[in-house]
């Protein structure tokens, strides 16, 4: 799913975000990617988003080459890939519903279609009860669940959270790592960046360290070889 | 729903939701539209002022002494059958000597005793106003003055040349203050609309995060930007309309009295139709760039 042959991230001539980075995650993995703050967490999930591009090196994801990806393409990556943020990033003056329906809008899906599919997914994630609400109206766990609704409404085939559970309580952030299982089981493949070690530790999956913008533990899956 | 009506929709709630901002927007830009207007509602009214003026240029070609009534008329027929000229008038001795009168009614002692009327016929021509700030003024006389029976030609020399540099200078004055207003306008529509844009920053990034394209993202801030130039010219011409009746219009009367040249008028249609387009095209554009400033994400 995921291949990063010596990838580098150079935001200015001194400032080296990752450093010859060499990875693999495979279709269908629970990967987390852990380090201290600045380890380079947050630049490695901006380059798997298209958000920013690599100074040097290739990123392969889903068979497509993100140094050869131009601009106009980036959107059709972006709907093949689901995105869940700490700050949850959702618009405040829509509702839940369009919150999550907006996923689906801009792919120019049919409005009933849209609807069907919104309500399936607020069910899912226990929030069909607060679909007319607004964001700043519910709790950090809701608005978390309503940005992993938005995120798995197009079914996307890698899910990205970036510190998801920073900003949620103990409760809270295992009922969102529940969520995250349950997407797993259905065959999309999870990467969560996070430095919280006792709930990487509770979820007992494969983890990719970071320290400094280098790879310094699990650069591949236990199973395969080191990667060219 | 589709895509048009979407964007329409999405525009509309956009400006509903964000009505006070929308509504600033609109009103700092109508003023900028009243003040625009205020310079082409003045410059417009120059220049038909000036060409008021130039109408007054004529030609005149006195005619020889002995040359009868009738033989005047041809000449003056042959003279407007010419290309360059758009009238010609024949104006006989006697009817030169009673305006002579009438212009001299305090003086009239200066024309008794006098024997025979000393003033010739002659011809008065008017050119047309695309000719009088130019040579062809000269060239047009000159050629008066080779007809049989025309002794002299007059043509105001000093006149012609003061009315061709007026001309010059007013369309100058005229495309500055056009390039200033518009490089003004500008910069407070684009500032204006860029606070309706900021507004929604987070909004555009969680677009583009969830795949959004930029047209996709864009276009109902395109929307939002025509219906607020609209909105905004329509009002600030509305605005200029108000105060033209209001005093403009009886300043101008006054002052047009006293200068002798007529009172003043509004904007034409076309001026008002630039005045709007010109305002949606800025708007317009001033909604592209913003929104082009949040896109890369």
Known sequence: MIQMFHVTKQYAADVEALSDVNLRVRKGEFVFVTGPSGAGKTTLMRLLFAAEGATKGQIILNNVNLARLNARNIPHLRRTIGVVFQDFKLIANRTIFENVAVALEVTGMPGDEIRKRVLRMLKMVHLHHRMDSYPPRLSGGEQQRAAIARALIHDPVLLLADEPTGNLDADITQEVMKLFREVNARGTTVVIASHDKALIESMSKRVIALEGGRVVAGAESPEEGVPA | ?297
């Open chain 2, 1 to 297: 729903m589709n895509r048009p009506f979407y964007f329409l929709h999405r525009a509309l709630r956009n400006i509903r939701e964000e009505w006070l901002l929308n509504l600033r927007v609109v009103t700092g830009f109508s003023l900028m539209v009243v003040v625009i207007g205020l310079f082409l509602l003045v410059g417009s009214n120059l220049r038909a002022l000036v060409h008021r003026w130039g109408e007054q240029l004529q030609i005149t070609a006195y005619l020889k002494k002995g040359i009868d009534e009738q033989e005047g008329r041809r000449i003056a027929r042959m003279i407007a059958a010419q290309p360059e000229v758009e009238g010609a008038d024949f104006v006989s001795e006697s009817l030169a000597l009673s305006r002579f009168r009438k212009d001299l009614a305090g003086l009239s002692g200066v024309l008794e005793g006098l024997e025979e009327n000393p003033l010739p016929a002659s011809i008065e021509i008017r050119v047309p106003p695309e000719l009088r700030a130019s040579t062809e003024v000269v060239r047009v006389a000159r050629q008066i003055g080779t007809l049989p029976g025309v002794e002299e030609v007059e043509y105001g020399q000093q006149w012609v040349e003061r009315y061709g540099v007026i001309l010059q200078g007013l369309s100058l004055l005229g495309t500055a203050l056009s390039l200033v207003l518009l490089f003004v306008g500008w910069g407070s529509i684009s500032n204006l609309i860029q606070l309706t844009v900021y507004a929604r920053k987070s909004e555009i990034e969680v677009l583009k995060l969830v795949g959004a394209t930029d047209s996709f993202v864009r276009t109902p801030f395109l929307i939002e930007g025509i219906l607020q130039g609209t909105a905004a010219s329509l009002l600030g011409t509305a605005i200029l309309y108000g105060v033209f009746q209001g005093s403009l219009e009886r300043l101008g009367s006054e002052v047009g009295d006293v200068l002798g040249v007529g009172g003043i008028s509004f904007l034409s249609g076309s001026q008002m139709a630039l005045l709007v387009g010109g305002s949606v095209v800025l708007a317009f554009l001033a909604s592209f760039v913003a929104t082009g400033r949040h896109l890369r994400v």
